[in-house]
């Protein structure tokens, strides 16, 4: 199992930007490496669903509620995964969680809060 810390929610106002990071600490780089690496997010009422990933080829998929503000990447030396959100506006409100998905088995991170005031 995959330990997943986040890290960068808080509250924002509506335009602004938030940078969120993932790191898996104990993570060997080589298995790091082997990981699609995904951001999620559930709002209060709402089904967690999928904001942004990046596969182990660095091949990346969005939301179409986000493509052209947020931006994933992953930095494999670092082990660790960044989710660049801009331009935000009040329905981007909600827990993000970090996963990492690898052989049919998905490992969550504790997730984080981000908060758009408008």
């Known amino acids: 199992q995959l330990l997943l810390v986040e890290s960068g929610g808080g509250l924002v106002q509506a335009g602004g930007s938030l940078r969120l990071s993932c790191v898996a600490p104990?993570?060997?780089?080589?298995?790091?490496?082997?990981?699609?690496m995904a951001w999620y997010r559930q709002a209060p009422g709402s089904q967690r669903e999928l904001v942004a990933s990046v596969s182990t080829g660095g091949v990346t998929n969005y939301a179409d509620s986000v493509k052209g503000r947020f931006t994933i990447s992953r930095d494999n030396s670092r082990k660790r995964v960044l989710l660049q959100m801009n331009n935000l506006k009040s329905e981007d409100t909600a827990v993000y969680y970090c996963?990492?998905?690898?052989?049919?088995?998905?490992?969550w991170g504790q997730g984080t809060q981000v908060t758009v005031s408008s």
């Open positions: 104990r993570a060997i780089f080589s298995v790091f490496t082997g990981f699609t």
């Open positions: 996963a990492a998905d690898r052989g049919g088995s998905r490992d």
